[in-house]
């Protein structure tokens, strides 16, 4: 066996013994036999530079370069789960399921929700190519080059049975060990504290050094496959075809046929899980059948087809010292809970949320109170109750809230309907402006990289930006600042004293903001900032309201016109547009490049075909799914309801159409139109 060869036989035999060691806990060599055959592949590969392979096992050491990490759209859209903490709810869940599709018979799948980060994998031809993690849900980070010093994800596949290309999800974690390792070694170079495992596994994969990722020995659990050509129409099934290409599946797995199995499976991890060597934090639900899943569908920001069963939070008895309060971007004003240092579900806890007025009151708080709190899902914690017994002389004054904002001094203002306070200055109260900035600089708005709220917190107190222009004043100027010399020849003197804002930096902001002038009007209308417009609104809005001028000229009948806009809602937009000081900053932004208008591709696409239509969509369909459908309409002026009426204009249907719609609409004389006539019509 030449030189050549044996770099390709060590090679094969790494890869064999790393999956041996770290996916069937059953190695056949001792750690030293492992290091010996590692380094002599390492000399081969130095002494064959034209043999280098990305994908070699010598990458599990990591590399001393700094990694770059470029943002990469997601295939399929990473989605989060919505969550349920009760049995009910999970019961609720199955009904839902069971009503969606129309007494159908259905499995579910029953896995750990394991707690870290998320990461997405692609596999092409058996080979890693490409790791991104979750990050806004449609784009994220590219961190394959970190992802591959994590031993058990496979970076080359055994032959088998795979998709050429196809993606595996899954979650990126830090065994319960190696996070009080890691934090041992913190604070004996008195360096600050992981507040918990998920946290040090997100900060060690955006570490800039590989090989420190290396050193940090990340685990991972894989959980969902995504492609064009999967070997089978269930879940469950795919993900056993996955450990048998290599990959890392938990053993926390069931299909579950009935309610009560699923329930059996939920108490028994609810105990169990405490003996597992990395953080879970509930059980993930998801019908079996990928074919199901599709008829299911989609709400605008989670699958129907899965939810998340969080366990009962640990709860903790803590003396209150007192309540201080927070102002939001927003303006909402919150108070928290300054607590005596008490140990739960993993973590120091000294401050907890009490979210309104009306938890205070309903609480019945004073300082000095003896108070029990949770982390609700094992997150954020929060005071859930006092123990009244525990008072005494010593108990201080009962809590109430202020009047005036802790920031700026202005009174604060309650909104019919609302729970939450507001400070109403949300021009010129510090917390406000900074909150707007760091919101419309945002991925899931803006996405200009590299102005982190210390970053925007630091311009703002130099006085160096006011308000979301001073970013466009600052990196592009109405397009005079080409590069960064155009840049210092504008801001030299204010930019000589801020420290780690060199030229990289300054390149990174000039880049970002150039690439916002991009961002779509939808996403526009959302980093503005007006109170109560988030994501999912912004868009009912660009959409009804195709340029900013139309929105701002709207009346409260024309905003209450559109569906989904409440009269809260209607009202902030009017409040917005009405302050000379707000219109300003929306003319600046235009005159710098923004997008103001819907584009003339999304203009194209619509049409009035299906206007003042009320239509209702009911068994499965072969060509869109239901959430397509549902869009279809909506884009050509068709309005979706989801119960049969008069009012109904006809209903979309496809096979195993539910009898009781069926019996209904032949009762009403509501037409059937099927997926044929329905493309038609809109074509």
């Not at 592009?476 to 990289?504: A, C």
Request: glycine share 8%; aromatic share 8%; charged share 30%.
């Amino acid at each position: 066996m030449n030189e050549i060869e044996r770099i390709g036989w060590l090679r094969a035999e790494l890869h064999r013994h790393n999956h041996n060691y770290y996916i069937n806990n059953a190695p056949e060599i001792s750690d030293q036999e492992f290091d010996h055959l590692m380094r002599e592949l390492q000399d081969l590969e130095t002494a064959h530079p034209e043999m280098a392979d990305p994908n070699s096992p010598t990458m599990r050491v990591g590399s001393d370069l700094s990694n770059e990490f470029r943002q990469v759209e997601h295939r399929y859209p990473m989605l989060s789960l919505a969550n349920t903490y009760s049995e009910q709810e999970v019961a609720d869940f199955y009904d839902r399921v069971k009503k969606g599709l129309e007494g159908e018979d259905f499995e579910i799948c029953c896995e750990m929700k394991y707690d870290g980060t998320s990461i997405s994998l692609t596999y092409e031809d058996g080979r890693l190519i490409q790791a991104v993690t979750r990050g806004d849900g449609v784009r994220g980070d590219d961190v394959t080059e970190n992802v591959k010093t994590i031993r058990c994800i496979p970076l080359q596949l055994a032959d088998g049975d795979y998709p050429s290309l196809f993606e595996i999800r899954g979650e990126i974690l830090m065994p319960w060990k190696v996070f009080e390792e890691l934090n041992q070694e913190r604070e004996a170079r008195e360096e600050s504290l992981f507040a918990n495992p998920r946290n040090a596994a997100s900060g060690t994969l955006k570490l800039q050094n590989s090989r420190e990722v290396a050193h940090r020995k990340l685990d991972s659990y894989l959980y969902y496959l995504l492609g064009e050509e999967l070997p089978c129409d269930g879940h469950y099934e795919n993900l056993e075809k996955a450990r048998q290409w290599g990959f890392k599946i938990s053993e926390g797995m069931k299909k579950c046929k009935t309610l009560q199995e699923v329930l059996e499976f939920i108490k028994y991890w609810d105990t169990e899980r405490k003996n597992l060597p990395v953080a879970t934090d509930g059980i993930v639900l998801k019908v079996n059948s990928r074919r199901q899943q599709r008829n299911l569908g989609f709400t605008a920001k989670s699958p129907r087809w899965a939810i998340a069963y969080k366990f009962q939070a640990e709860r903790a008895l803590t003396r209150l010292e007192k309540v201080t309060y927070q102002v939001g971007r927003t303006g909402v004003v919150t108070p928290v809970a300054n607590l005596d240092p008490v140990q739960l579900a993993g973590t120091v806890v000294k401050r907890a949320s009490i979210h309104n007025a009306d938890v205070i009151a309903s609480l019945d708080l004073h300082i000095g109170d003896m108070v029990y709190v949770e982390k609700g899902g094992e997150i954020i914690p929060k005071i859930t109750g006092v123990e009244t017994s525990m008072r005494n002389e010593q108990t201080g004054d009962k809590v109430g809230f202020i009047e005036f904002c802790p920031e700026c001094g202005a009174k604060l203002v309650r909104f019919e309907g609302e729970a939450a306070h507001y400070c109403p200055n949300d021009v010129s109260c510090p917390p406000q402006i900074k909150g707007k900035i760091e919101h419309f600089v945002s991925r899931k708005a803006m996405n200009i990289d590299g102005l982190g709220p210390e970053t925007v917190d630091l311009f703002f107190q130099r006085g160096l930006i006011k308000n979301v222009v001073g970013l466009y004043d600052m990196f592009y100027s109405r397009g005079e600042i080409q590069n960064v010399e155009d840049f210092y020849s504008l801001n030299l003197w204010e930019f000589q004293n801020i420290p780690g804002f060199k030229d990289k930096s300054i390149k990174r902001g000039m880049e970002s903001v150039r690439a916002s002038l991009q961002v779509p009007y939808e996403r526009v209308l959302f980093a503005l900032g007006i109170r109560f417009v988030g994501e999912t609104t912004a868009k009912l809005l660009a959409h009804a309201f195709p340029n900013i001028d139309l929105l701002a000229a709207a009346t409260l009948d024309d905003l209450l016109q559109v569906d989904g806009i409440g009269t809260v809602i209607a009202e902030s937009v009017i409040r917005y547009f009405a302050d000379p000081r707000n219109r300003e900053i929306v003319e600046e932004l235009r005159a710098n490049g923004l997008q103001m208008a819907l584009s003339e591709e999304v203009l194209s696409e619509r049409s009035d075909k299906l206007k003042g239509m009320s239509i209702v969509i009911s068994g499965v369909f072969m060509k869109h799914s239901r959430d397509e459908y549902k869009s279809l309409i909506e884009k050509h002026g068709g309005k979706n309801v989801g119960s049969i009426s008069g009012k109904t204009s006809f209903i979309l249907a496809g096979d195993n159409m539910g009898p009781s719609k069926l019996e209904k609409a032949q009762k009403l004389g509501v037409q059937i139109i099927n997926e044929e006539e329905f493309l038609k019509m809109i074509e």
